[in-house]
């Protein structure tokens, strides 16, 4: 079993969905949890990230930790055909510089 | 600069031959990353640098694989004798390096260099 499991997709939505991304983690020691966006052809670039559980809005994006379900969710509403990218889970431990990286999710948010 | 700058973007060579990948990182940032980023794959951690502590070298694949960062800024990726699954885009990313149980650490990551071995 891999440390990070992320759903490869792809997914496609039509504009105004609400999307919901999500990963697993089998290591208890995950402390801060991110979520990257990487556009074709460039690197990724951190969207939003979270220390420990609970919730953490930042316009339209909304991420989630559930620490004691190992399991972490980004919310995208009022998806827009801009926000089509691969979208990559990645967490660490509190003493640990290392991000395990989920395998990332692509989206197509369809005008 | 004002991110990182990584260089060649492209790179296509034949299997056996040695290939060597440039990272720029951010002006003042002490810590720098290689990831590794193959076909339906997350991204592997390859090597990390902080200041002048020892790299963690823990995630380089083999011993064909190897990465010097001088005077605490450039770094370079040596790839030798290159066989076809070394073929992926190869990331470097910088941060201010307060890492350890100091919030998110926040990871810049240039646009990659992209390795094609035939």
């Known amino acids: 079993q891999k440390e990070v499991e992320q759903d490869p997709g792809p997914l496609s939505v039509p504009e105004g969905a609400i999307v919901s991304l999500n990963c697993t983690y089998s290591?208890?020691?995950?402390?801060?949890f991110m979520w990257y966006r990487q556009y074709s052809r460039k690197g990724p670039e951190l969207l939003m990230y979270?220390?420990?559980?609970g919730n953490k809005e930042d316009g339209r994006f909304t991420a989630q930790v559930d620490k004691s379900s190992k399991y972490i969710s980004l919310f995208i509403r009022d998806s827009q055909p801009s926000d089509s990218a691969t979208y990559l889970c990645?967490?660490?431990?509190?003493?640990?510089?290392?991000?395990?990286f989920g395998k990332g999710t692509l989206l197509t948010v369809n005008p | 600069g004002a991110g990182v700058s990584q260089s060649p973007s492209n790179k296509v060579t034949e299997k056996g031959k040695d290939v060597e990948l440039r990272c720029d990182p951010i002006?003042?940032?002490?810590?720098l990353y290689w990831y590794r980023q193959s076909l339906g794959q997350g991204l592997e951690f390859l090597i990390y640098?902080?200041?002048?502590?020892?790299?963690?070298k823990s995630g380089l694949p083999s011993d064909r694989f190897s990465a010097e960062r001088t005077g605490g800024s450039v770094s370079t990726l040596t790839i030798q004798r290159t066989q076809q699954e070394d073929s992926a885009v190869y990331l470097c990313?910088?941060?201010?390096?307060?890492?350890?149980?100091?919030?998110?650490?926040?990871?810049?990551f240039g646009a990659g260099s992209r390795l094609t071995v035939l």
């Open positions: 002006s003042g940032h002490t810590a």
């Open positions: 979270t220390y420990s559980s």
């Open positions: 990645a967490m660490r431990g509190g003493s640990n510089y290392k991000l395990t």
């Open positions: 990313a910088s941060s201010q390096g307060q890492a350890i149980g100091s919030g998110a650490n926040v990871l810049t």
């Open positions: 640098f902080q200041g002048n502590s020892a790299p963690d």
């Open positions: 290591n208890s020691a995950f402390q801060y």
